[in-house]
C-alpha cells in the first residue's frame, strides 16, 4: 500500500501573497511526519497544496514517485490522500453514517462495508450514533467522524490538519493514540499539521518547523524535543532566569 | 634619530586643540546647549513617528543623568557601562557621564553573560546602564562576581515594574535624583563641566582583540576634540546636515560620528527604531552624509542585483546602459572636471531613467558622499556607488587613533587607497611595512594594561597591525593585518583579505575567510547569504529545506564555486582557491565567530572549523 510523499520547492500564494516560500518535505511509506509552526506559517497552506485544493506556482508533488501536483483534487483524492482539514467540515445535516459514505463516494470495491465497521470498532461512539445528524455531535466526536470519514477513502496518506483543535484533554490523548494505531495497523502515512506540539511530538518520529513560509529546522521528534528552540518557543519550557519571570527570549538559531 | 623623535613628539603633545573656544568635550557640549537651545539635535523614530530633541532638551536630559550618577556617589574618572542597542537615553546618559567627569564605555548589547563580566571586572565599572530586561538578565546573572559594581540602571523597565532590587534604579528614577540634587547644588554641574581637563579620559572602547582578551582603549576629550576637527576637515559637514544613527554607539565610529562629530559640526542625528528598519528609516530621512561599514554596502549592493534577476530584458538593458554612462561620469566627477556636453546629456537620460530611482529605493538619493570604513572593502564596491552618482569615500582609521587616520577627500581621492594622512597626523611604514601612525589622536594608551600600551605606542607612534604600501603620490593602501599574512608552503606571501573582498563582493557570499599559511595551496571557507542563495534555491527548483540542507546542496556548491572561479580569474596561479566549504550553521551575533559587525573572525574560524579546513588538503 506504500504511501510516501516528496514535496520539493513549492511556492503557493493567495493573491499577491506569498504563503509558501520555497517548502521541501520528505515523508516515507508508513511514517507519521509532524509540521509545526506559529500560526500564519503556512502549514494548512502546505497541506491544501498537496491535496490540490491549492495550486502552487512552483515546484512539485510526487505521491509513490508519481507526480500529482495541478491535478483536480478529487483525482488526488481517488489517488489515496486524505484531507482531514482543520476544524473538521463535517456535513452537519447529513447522519453519521452518511457523512462516512461520503468518504467513500469514490470507491467501488466490496471493501466499503468492513471499512465501515472498522471505523465504527475505532470509533464505537459513532456505531452509537450512526443515525444522529452530523451537527449534533459534540466536537471531539466531530473530529472523530472527521477522521473515520478520511479513512473510508481507504486511503494511502493521511494529511491531518490540527485534529486536537478545541478538543478536551481526553479526547486530544484518544485521538492521538487512533492515529498512532491507524499507522500501526492499517500501514497508513501520516503528515500531522499541530499546534499542540508535545503531543505531535510524541506520536511521530519525524518533524519539520516552518516559520514564515519556509522551513527552519527539520530532525528526528527526539532530537526536536532535546532542542532549545523548541524547547522555549514550542514547549513553553525556559529558564525562568536569574530574576524569575524572564519575560524576553533568546534569538532563534534552529539549531 | 631618537633625539628628534622625542622632540617631534613633545610638540604634538602641547599642540593646544580647541573646537569653538572649547578645550574639552564637556564644554563644548554645554556651548552648544546654551547657545543654541531651539536647534533640533537628535530624532528618534518611536513606533514609527520621528521625535525631535532640541539642544536644550538634550542638554536637560544629560545634565539629570550626570547629577543623578553624582548623587549616587560618582567621582571624576570613575567608569560607566553602558550596554544597549541605539537610542536616545544612550546619548543622554553618554554626555550625563562624562559631563560629571565620568569615563562612559560602550558594551555591545550582543555580549554574553561572561563578556560583560570580564568587561565590567576589568573596566572598574561603578555604575551599569541596561537597556532593559535582557540586558539586565545578563548583568544580574554575574553581579555575584563584580564586587566593585555598585548600581545598575535601566532605561527600559518594560516588564519590570514589580522589580524590587536596591541594586537596580530606572533611568527616569536616577534623572529624579538629579533633578532634587540639583536644587541643594545649582552650581554643581557647571562645576563639573569646568574641572574637565584635556587630558582626562572620557571614553573606554574595547577592542576585540584577535589576541588575548579584549582590552580598553583610553579617549581622552583631547583625542576626541582633535577627531571632530579631523571629521570637519574631512567631510564638511554643515549644521544643516542629516545623519543616520544605526551602527553600534559601543564601537568608535559610531560614536565619533553620531556623539562627537555633531557637537563640532551641530548637524542632525536621525536614531533609526531598530536594526530591522533601518532600510525604511533611510529611505525616510533620506541622509544628506553617510558613513557605513563595507557590509552595509555590500547588502546594498546586493539588493539591488538581486531585484535585477527579477526585471525585463530591457529593465536589465537600460540598468547596465545607465551604470555604464555612470562611471563614464564618475571618471570626471572624480576628477572634479567638467563632463562634455553629449555625456551630460547621456547622464540626465541615466539619471531619471535608472539611476535616481536606484538611489531613492537605497535612501542614498540626497547624500553629499558616502564614506565607507572599519573593514576591507573591493575596489569594485566603490566604483559601483560613483557610478549610481555617489561620491565614496575609503577612510581608515583604528580604536587607537580615535578614529581616523587617513581618508579619500573630494578632488584628492584615488580607489582602492585609504587615502592620506588627515590634517594633524602622520604615517609611515616600519621596517617590515606595518603602517605606523602619530598625532593627537592616538591614545594615551590601554586601560590598565601598561604591558600592551608599551608595545603598542612607541615613542608616539602607534603600531596599527597593518601591513600596507604608500605610492609615489603618498597615497596609502592597506595590504592585510599583519598577523594575517599567509605564508604559503611555497613560501609566497599572501594577503587573504585582498581575495577575501572581491569574493565577499558577490551576492550569494556573505563572508569567507581564506586558509593557506604553510599549506600547498590556498582553500577557503565560505558563509553564504542566506536570503539570495535561498531565491537561487528557488529559482532554479533546488530541493532543500533549512540552511544546513541548502548549504549541502550541489547546485549552491556549484555557484558559489564559479564565484570562487570568477575571482580566481583575477588573480596569479599561486593565489587561486583550489578548494573550499561552506560554513553550513545559520550564525548570529552571539556566536563567537562573528563579531557584532557579522565578520567572520578570522582566528576563531580557524580554530572552530580545524576540522572542516583539514578536510580540504
Same mark, same amino acid.
Given at each position: 500500500m506504500a504511501g510516501s510523499l516528496i514535496v520539493k520547492n513549492i511556492e503557493t500564494y493567495y493573491g499577491p501573497i506569498m504563503a509558501i516560500r520555497g517548502v521541501s518535505l520528505e515523508v516515507r511509506a508508513g511514517q507519521i511526519v509532524t509540521l509545526l509552526g506559529a500560526n500564519g506559517a503556512g502549514k494548512t497552506t502546505v497541506l491544501k497544496t498537496i491535496s490540490g485544493a491549492m495550486e502552487p506556482q512552483k515546484g512539485s508533488v510526487d505521491l509513490d514517485g508519481e507526480p500529482i501536483v495541478n491535478l483536480d483534487p478529487d483525482v488526488i483524492a481517488r489517488r489515496g490522500i486524505a484531507h482531514v482539514p482543520e476544524g473538521r467540515e463535517v456535513f452537519p445535516f447529513l447522519s453519521v453514517e452518511e457523512n462516512l459514505l461520503m468518504g467513500a463516494y469514490s470507491r467501488k470495491d466490496k471493501g466499503v462495508r468492513n471499512d465501515l465497521h472498522a471505523v465504527y470498532d475505532y470509533f464505537p461512539v459513532l456505531l452509537e450514533k450512526r443515525a444522529q445528524a452530523a451537527g449534533f455531535l459534540s466536537g471531539g466526536q466531530q473530529q472523530m467522524l472527521a477522521i473515520g470519514r478520511a479513512l473510508m477513502l481507504a486511503p494511502r496518506i493521511m494529511l491531518l490538519? &490540527?485534529?486536537?483543535? !478545541? %478538543?478536551s484533554p481526553k479526547y486530544v490523548a484518544e485521538i492521538a493514540s487512533i492515529i498512532t494505531r491507524l499507522n500501526q495497523e492499517r500501514g497508513i502515512t501520516v503528515l500531522l499539521v499541530e499546534q499542540n506540539v508535545k503531543v505531535a511530538l510524541d506520536i511521530s518520529e519525524y518533524g519539520y518547523v516552518m516559520e514564515n513560509g519556509r522551513i527552519v529546522m527539520e530532525d528526528t521528534t527526539e532530537r526536536l524535543k532535546q532542542a532549545t528552540d523548541i524547547q522555549e518557543f514550542y514547549l513553553g519550557m525556559k529558564d525562568e532566569g536569574v530574576r524569575g519571570g524572564r519575560r524576553w527570549k533568546q534569538r532563534k538559531t534552529w539549531r | 634619530m631618537e633625539a628628534t623623535e622625542d622632540l617631534a613628539l613633545m610638540s604634538t603633545d602641547s599642540l593646544v586643540i580647541e573646537v569653538a573656544g572649547c578645550n574639552t568635550i564637556s564644554e563644548l557640549f554645554w556651548k552648544r546647549v546654551v547657545d543654541l537651545p531651539d536647534k533640533v539635535a537628535l530624532r528618534e523614530k518611536e513606533f514609527g513617528i520621528w521625535n525631535e530633541y532640541t539642544w536644550a532638551d538634550y542638554g536637560e536630559q544629560a545634565k539629570l543623568a550626570g547629577l543623578g550618577l553624582i548623587a549616587l !556617589? %560618582? *567621582?571624576?574618572g570613575d567608569v560607566c557601562s553602558i550596554a544597549s542597542e541605539i537610542n536616545k537615553e544612550w546619548q543622554f546618559a553618554d554626555l550625563g557621564i562624562i559631563g560629571a567627569g565620568g569615563i562612559c564605555n560602550g558594551v555591545y548589547p550582543t555580549d554574553v553573560a561572561e563578556q560583560v563580566e570580564y568587561l565590567i571586572n576589568d573596566s572598574n565599572t561603578r555604575f551599569y546602564f541596561a537597556e532593559d530586561e535582557e540586558q539586565l538578565d545578563k548583568v544580574l546573572e554575574v553581579r555575584g562576581r563584580t564586587p566593585g559594581l555598585e548600581k545598575i540602571i535601566i532605561f527600559d523597565m518594560d516588564g519590570l515594574q514589580t522589580l524590587d532590587d536596591p541594586q537596580c534604579i530606572s533611568f527616569d528614577a536616577l534623572q529624579t535624583i538629579g533633578r532634587d540634587y540639583a536644587n541643594e547644588h545649582p552650581e554643581c554641574w557647571t562645576e563639573r563641566i569646568g574641572a574637565? *581637563? #584635556?587630558?582626562?579620559?572620557?571614553v573606554l572602547t574595547y577592542t576585540s582583540g584577535t589576541t588575548g582578551p579584549p582590552k580598553g582603549a583610553m579617549i581622552s576629550h583631547r583625542n576626541m576634540l582633535y577627531m571632530t576637527q579631523v571629521l570637519q576637515d574631512v567631510y $564638511?559637514?554643515? #549644521?544643516d546636515d542629516e545623519q543616520l544613527c544605526f551602527l553600534p554607539l559601543a564601537h568608535i565610529a559610531g560614536r565619533m560620528f553620531y556623539t562627537f562629530a555633531p557637537m563640532e559640526s551641530c548637524s542632525v542625528v536621525n536614531i533609526v527604531e531598530s536594526l530591522e528598519t533601518v532600510n525604511q528609516d533611510q529611505q525616510e530621512v533620506s541622509p544628506s552624509i553617510h558613513f557605513a561599514v563595507p557590509r552595509v554596502w555590500e547588502k546594498q549592493y546586493a539588493n539591488i542585483a538581486i531585484k535585477l534577476k527579477d526585471a525585463t530584458r530591457f529593465g536589465v538593458w537600460s540598468y547596465d546602459w545607465a551604470l555604464a554612462v555612470g562611471a563614464e561620469l564618475a571618471e570626471y566627477l572624480k576628477a572634479a572636471r567638467p563632463p562634455p556636453l553629449w555625456l551630460r546629456l547621456k547622464g540626465f537620460c541615466a539619471h531619471h531613467a535608472v539611476l535616481k530611482n536606484c538611489r531613492k529605493y537605497l535612501g542614498i538619493h540626497d547624500a553629499k558622499w558616502l564614506s565607507t570604513a572599519a573593514a576591507p572593502i573591493a575596489p569594485e564596491l566603490i566604483d559601483w556607488f560613483w557610478a549610481l552618482g555617489k561620491p565614496m569615500y575609503e577612510v581608515y582609521g583604528q580604536t587607537e587613533c580615535t578614529g581616523l587616520a587617513t581618508a579619500n577627500v573630494a578632488g584628492d581621492c584615488r580607489i582602492g587607497s585609504i587615502g592620506k594622512a588627515v590634517p594633524g597626523t602622520e604615517v609611515r611604514l616600519s621596517a617590515e611595512g606595518e603602517i605606523l601612525i602619530r598625532g593627537p589622536g592616538v591614545i594615551q594608551g590601554y586601560w590598565n594594561n601598561e604591558e600592551k600600551t608599551a608595545s603598542t605606542i612607541v615613542n608616539g607612534w602607534l603600531h596599527t597591525g597593518d601591513v600596507g604600501r604608500i605610492d609615489d603620490d603618498g597615497y596609502i593602501y592597506i595590504l592585510d593585518r599583519l598577523k594575517d599574512i599567509i605564508i604559503t608552503a611555497g613560501g609566497k606571501n599572501i594577503t587573504p583579505s585582498e581575495i577575501e573582498n572581491r569574493l565577499k563582493f558577490s551576492a550569494y557570499i556573505s563572508d569567507a575567510v581564506v586558509v593557506g599559511d604553510k599549506r600547498p595551496y590556498l582553500t577557503c571557507l565560505v558563509m553564504i547569504d542566506e536570503e539570495n542563495v535561498t531565491k537561487f534555491a528557488q529559482d532554479a527548483n533546488v530541493p532543500f529545506t533549512n540552511y544546513t540542507s541548502l548549504c549541502h546542496t550541489r547546485e549552491v556548491k556549484d555557484l558559489i564555486w564559479e564565484e570562487i572561479e570568477g575571482v580566481n580569474s583575477k588573480f596569479a596561479r599561486v593565489e587561486t582557491i583550489k578548494k573550499f566549504r561552506l560554513i553550513d550553521q545559520l550564525l $548570529?551575533? &552571539?556566536? +563567537? +565567530? %562573528?563579531?557584532?559587525?557579522?565578520?567572520?573572525k578570522r582566528k576563531v574560524v580557524n580554530v572552530k572549523y580545524a576540522d572542516l579546513i583539514d578536510s580540504m588538503y
Open positions: 490538519d &490540527e485534529p486536537s483543535l !478545541g %478538543l | !556617589g %560618582l *567621582q571624576r574637565a *581637563q #584635556p587630558n582626562d579620559v572620557m $564638511d559637514i554643515t #549644521p $548570529d551575533p &552571539e556566536d +563567537e +565567530e %562573528l563579531t557584532p559587525t557579522m565578520k567572520l
